[in-house]
């Protein structure tokens, strides 16, 4: 981090990222903290900064003070690696000490306890917190929990059909069934078997009786207000058959024309790209919470359609790089339908479905993110964004920024308002077009944060 951005990030105050500290009180106390930065967002303690955000400097000896921090650092469970920095400004000593996000399936604790950051807050997570802890972090994982079920439960012509599409349709004439879900680690053996959720969901004869919270809710209302049913439905089946029968109602109660085409043929037109409708659906599946007891639900409107499911986005995703990332909330239920050809795993679906709204000419999706739920609302008005295919199709703003990064490595806000003269709402909205379309990525998460191009785009 070099002296502008450690300026810029003091300047800023106090965030769930970033923490100032006149000076290094109590190691216990800091251990907390690190542990909560690490089972967080991850984050940076600055020491030697007062309380109206002035440098006052550091007045012990700075070899002991980062032998202190070390240590402290040695005390959580597993420890924590943080990268200490030692800077002079205004011609005094301070430190910054960085502390990265704790790696996938994996928490750390500070004697016995678990903390997280919330806001400017530490957090000590305790009782039931903690089960919703471990499901948001993807150490409780719904799909991964051994069942009551048993062999018999299953449905072996679900689960040819599984190897006709991936192009093995003579796979159990020289393997058992028993061995399929063991090598495909959806059962464990260990004397008995245990067949994991994730099988049941996808192969039982009868899901439902499983998981009863795994119906779909389908209704289309007339006018733009829930309040006149016109028609509905109710899924409660496997992943595959949800997705199927969820987008042949849409299908059936959407507007649509028959254009003629080049050859001569009839083709139906939907009022919504069945594409984008598709994707929407198959995400509420693949990425809900499982634990959660509440429906996903697909709701018709003159002007829109809502996709509501249960479960807000997995802490490992943080708001800002939502539909630049793919987190997998439930990991085995995500690579069936992958072996379904459902889902690719590129963290690609957002800005192919703004892609496919913006060629039909129609507003870009909407995405709600709330505590509990994620909704997607597609609308069927026009819109006036153009599809991002090539470097070409970005504006002149986006363009400038690109060049800009080719010669000087990195950039910030600040620095795309500047350069073109607009406002700061602009200049978010030519960032985030520009990392959904992924020509440049964000490092850092704190206020100092900058973006870099994408090596994939270059």
Same mark, same amino acid.
């Given at each position: 981090?070099?002296?502008?951005?450690?300026?810029?990030?003091?300047?800023?105050?106090?965030?769930?990222?970033?923490?100032?500290?006149?000076?290094?009180?109590?190691?216990?106390?800091?251990?907390?903290?690190?542990?909560?930065?690490?089972?967080?967002?991850?984050?940076?303690?600055?020491?030697?900064?007062?309380?109206?955000?002035?440098?006052?400097?550091?007045?012990?000896? #700075?070899?002991?003070?980062?032998?202190?921090?070390?240590?402290?650092?040695?005390?959580?469970?597993?420890?924590?690696?943080?990268?200490?920095?030692?800077?002079?400004?205004?011609?005094?000593?301070?430190?910054?000490?960085?502390?990265?996000?704790?790696?996938?399936?994996?928490?750390?604790?500070?004697?016995?306890?678990?903390?997280?950051?919330?806001?400017?807050?530490?957090?000590?997570?305790?009782?039931?917190?903690?089960?919703?802890?471990?499901?948001?972090?993807?150490?409780?994982?719904?799909?991964?929990?051994?069942?009551?079920?048993?062999?018999?439960?299953?449905?072996?012509?679900?689960?040819?059909?599984?190897?006709?599409?991936?192009?093995?349709?003579?796979?159990?004439?020289?393997?058992?069934?028993?061995?399929?879900?063991?090598?495909?680690? $959806?059962?464990?053996?260990?004397?008995? $078997?245990?067949?994991?959720? &994730?099988?049941?969901?996808?192969?039982?004869?009868?899901?439902?009786?499983?998981?009863?919270? #795994?119906?779909?809710?389908? &209704?289309?209302?007339?006018?733009?207000?829930?309040?006149? %049913?016109?028609?509905?439905?109710? %899924?409660?089946?496997?992943?595959?058959?949800?997705?199927?029968?969820?987008?042949?109602?849409?299908?059936?109660?959407?507007?649509?024309?028959?254009? #003629?085409?080049?050859?001569?043929?009839?083709?139906?037109?939907?009022?919504?790209?069945?594409?984008?409708?598709?994707?929407?659906?198959?995400? &509420?599946?693949?990425?809900?919470?499982?634990?959660?007891?509440?429906?996903?639900?697909?709701?018709?409107?003159?002007?829109?359609?809502?996709?509501?499911?249960?479960?807000?986005?997995?802490?490992?995703?943080?708001?800002?790089?939502?539909?630049?990332?793919?987190?997998?909330?439930?990991?085995?239920?995500?690579?069936?339908?992958?072996?379904?050809?459902?889902?690719?795993?590129?963290?690609?679906?957002?800005?192919?479905?703004?892609?496919?709204?913006?060629?039909?000419? $129609?507003?870009?999706?909407?995405?709600?993110?709330?505590?509990?739920?994620?909704?997607?609302?597609?609308?069927?008005?026009?819109?006036?964004?153009?599809?991002?295919?090539?470097?070409?199709?970005?504006?002149?703003?986006?363009?400038?920024?690109?060049?800009?990064?080719?010669?000087?490595?990195?950039?910030?806000?600040?620095?795309?308002?500047?350069?073109?003269?607009?406002?700061?709402?602009? &200049?978010?909205?030519?960032?985030?077009?520009?990392?959904?379309?992924?020509?440049?990525?964000?490092?850092?998460?704190?206020?100092?944060?900058?973006?870099?191009?994408?090596?994939?785009?270059?």
């Amino acid at each position: 981090m070099d002296k502008d951005q450690l300026s810029e990030v003091i300047e800023s105050g106090e965030t769930q990222e970033v923490e100032l500290k006149q000076a290094f009180h109590s190691s216990q106390d800091f251990s907390k903290l690190m542990c909560g930065f690490a089972n967080t967002y991850g984050g940076m303690v600055i020491i030697g900064i007062g309380a109206k955000k002035e440098i006052i400097g550091i007045k012990d000896d #700075i070899d002991q003070l980062q032998q202190k921090i070390s240590a402290a650092a040695q005390a959580i469970s597993p420890p924590v690696i943080p990268e200490i920095q030692v800077h002079t400004t205004e011609g005094r000593k301070i430190i910054a000490v960085i502390i990265q996000k704790a790696i996938d399936n994996t928490f750390h604790t500070f004697q016995g306890v678990v903390y997280v950051k919330v806001g400017s807050t530490l957090k000590k997570i305790e009782g039931n917190q903690l089960v919703e802890f471990l499901r948001s972090r993807q150490i409780l994982c719904f799909d991964e929990i051994s069942s009551d079920g048993t062999m018999n439960d299953l449905d072996i012509e679900k689960i040819k059909d599984y190897f006709k599409v991936r192009g093995h349709d003579d796979f159990l004439k020289n393997n058992s069934v028993e061995n399929f879900l063991v090598s495909s680690k $959806l059962a464990s053996k260990n004397g008995n $078997l245990k067949i994991k959720n &994730a099988a049941l969901l996808f192969f039982a004869k009868e899901p439902a009786e499983f998981f009863p919270q #795994i119906e779909i809710k389908l &209704a289309q209302f007339d006018g733009i207000e829930p309040v006149k %049913i016109i028609s509905h439905q109710l %899924i409660q089946s496997d992943p595959v058959n949800s997705i199927e029968k969820s987008l042949s109602f849409v299908k059936k109660n959407i507007s649509k024309s028959i254009e #003629i085409t080049d050859k001569a043929k009839r083709e139906e037109k939907f009022e919504y790209p069945i594409v984008v409708v598709r994707e929407a659906i198959v995400n &509420a599946i693949a990425h809900r919470d499982y634990f959660s007891k509440d429906s996903i639900q697909i709701y018709l409107f003159s002007n829109r359609i809502e996709i509501t499911s249960p479960g807000s986005l997995p802490i490992g995703l943080p708001r800002e790089l939502f539909g630049t990332l793919s987190v997998r909330r439930n990991p085995i239920i995500y690579r069936l339908l992958r072996d379904y050809d459902y889902v690719e795993g590129l963290g690609s679906g957002v800005p192919r479905m703004i892609n496919s709204m913006r060629e039909r000419g $129609l507003k870009d999706p909407e995405f709600g993110i709330y505590e509990h739920f994620f909704r997607i609302i597609l609308y069927n008005l026009k819109g006036s964004q153009k599809p991002i295919e090539k470097y070409a199709d970005l504006n002149e703003r986006q363009r400038k920024a690109v060049e800009f990064l080719k010669k000087h490595k990195s950039i910030k806000t600040r620095k795309c308002m500047e350069m073109n003269n607009t406002s700061f709402g602009t &200049a978010i909205f030519d960032i985030n077009e520009l990392l959904k379309f992924k020509y440049i990525k964000k490092v850092g998460s704190y206020r100092g944060a900058y973006y870099v191009l994408n090596e994939e785009k270059k």
